[in-house]
Nanobody
């Protein structure tokens, strides 16, 4: 199985930046996509960003386009989420996730809290 551990969350003022990291270990040979999701209190978990592990192509939810950037280091089995121009509505627990080709996201980290104050 793939184990994922997020780090880098914290408290930041609106307009500030944070970089989240996700370390993957275990059986990563079949990893196809790595992604970031977030969940705010009382709300459903939503997709934030994803990156194709081999190609490097990325996708983002509209609300973070131009502000967030996902990247990866295949050799280190790391994925990152650079978050700039943070807004209070970005406050959530951010989860790293992994999926294989033709599969749903099946491996999840425990999450890291991001709090953006106004």
């Amino acid at each position: 199985q793939v184990q994922l551990v997020e780090s880098g969350g914290g408290l930041v003022q609106a307009g500030g930046s944070l970089r989240l990291s996700c370390a993957a270990s275990g059986r990563t040979v079949n990893t196809y996509v790595m992604g970031w999701f977030r969940q705010a209190p009382g709300k459903d978990r939503e997709f934030v960003a994803a990156i194709n592990w081999s190609e490097g192509s990325t996708s983002y939810v509209d609300s973070v386009k131009g502000r967030f950037s996902i990247s990866r280091d295949n050799a280190k089995n790391m994925v990152y989420l650079q978050m700039n121009s943070l807004k209070p509505e970005d406050t959530a627990i951010y989860y790293c996730a992994e999926r294989e080709a033709h599969q749903a996201f099946g491996s999840w980290g425990q999450g890291t809290q991001v709090t953006v104050s106004s």
